[in-house]
């Protein structure tokens, strides 16, 4: 006789066992040669050495589909465990541009066509620039294509980072460690998450720094490899921060950068570096760009309105001074 431990670290031990054992009862029956008992976030199970690598297999397919899809009916758990092959016929496909199946149900997808050519070039490039005004999804759709891909296994970890610039206020006075004081900077990308990854599971992974939400200063002097990174809000680096951020991929690394031109928050003495960074690497290989507009927004219908009406606005300024300056270079002509 031999014995068999298998940790449940990754997922909640209930989502995996069910009130009262219901679903481990359920493996117990099916797997009923084996003396098996749960401990805490553990699986013990005692029996003939075939049946437990058997055992460890369908276990290990039963945490892969409840990590991908966030939750594991009594029903899947049978046909799991009793299909030869259930990659084809129990877990689902992303079809319909599902991204991620979220929290609740949640089907986290592409909703624009922006969106989805976002998420196309994406996977035929290791470096995308997503630009667009506010509301379009670059962040939740970049945040959504990390998770994706940690819970496919293509990478180990995300790294997800703003540059710490206040929009118009000062939080410098707030109480609290550093943490404190740069969270409500990186609030977006939690949300985002939070959407996406079950609590516990999300906890797991922060405190395992499998996600790290950190701000953009972090990142000097690393090398980031088997890692998909996001700098969002990019509009808000200068030049020179964006290249730091941009070596830092390792060779098998993806990288997203976000980024909004008309709310750029930086002091008046620095610029803005992304328009810039754009222009001088947008002719490589490998790395691509995609512009969302008003016509992309997901959030209440009059964001989509209030956009049209500061652009219309902005026109009409540069007008005005583009008149004033050709009024003023004539007057000195003369």
Do not use: W
């Amino acid at each position: 006789m031999s014995e068999l431990t298998i940790k449940l670290d990754t997922i909640d031990p209930i989502d995996f066992l069910g009130y009262n054992e219901g679903k481990l009862k359920i493996i117990k029956k099916i797997f009923n040669k084996l003396n098996i008992v749960a401990r805490g976030n553990k699986i013990i199970a005692i029996g003939n050495q075939d049946d437990l690598v058997e055992f460890e297999q369908k276990i290990k397919l039963l945490v892969e589909y409840l990590e991908r899809y966030g939750k594991i009916t009594e029903e899947h758990i049978v046909d799991i465990l009793n299909e030869e092959n259930p990659y084809e016929t129990v877990f689902p496909q992303f079809k319909d541009n599902v991204l991620v199946h979220g929290n609740n149900g949640l089907l986290i997808k592409a909703r624009t066509t922006n969106q989805q050519n976002m998420v196309d070039l994406s996977s035929e490039n290791d470096i995308l620039f997503a630009i667009g005004p506010a509301g379009t999804g670059k962040t939740y759709t970049a945040v959504a294509l990390a998770v994706r891909a940690l819970k496919n296994k293509t990478v180990k970890k995300i790294i997800l980072t703003r540059p710490a610039v206040e929009a118009g206020e000062n939080l410098g006075f707030l109480p609290g460690d550093l943490k404190d004081k740069v969270d409500p900077y990186l609030r977006p990308l939690y949300d985002a998450l939070d959407d996406m990854i079950p609590t516990d599971k999300l906890a797991y992974f922060m405190q395992n720094r499998i996600i790290e939400v950190a701000p953009l200063a972090y990142m000097r002097g690393r090398t980031l490899d088997h890692a998909f990174m996001i700098l969002d809000e990019a509009q808000n680096a200068t030049q020179l921060q964006l290249k730091m951020f941009l070596t830092r991929i390792g060779p098998s690394a993806k990288c997203i950068i976000t980024g909004d031109l008309s709310q750029i928050d930086l002091p008046k003495n620095q610029q803005s570096g992304l328009k810039s960074t754009v222009e001088i690497l947008k002719n490589i290989q490998g790395i691509g760009i995609i512009k969302l507009t008003e016509e992309d927004v997901v959030r209440h219908r009059l964001v989509k309105a209030i956009i049209k009406a500061f652009d219309k606005e902005k026109d009409r300024i540069d007008t005005l001074k583009d008149k004033e300056k050709a009024t003023h270079e004539n007057s000195e002509k003369v």
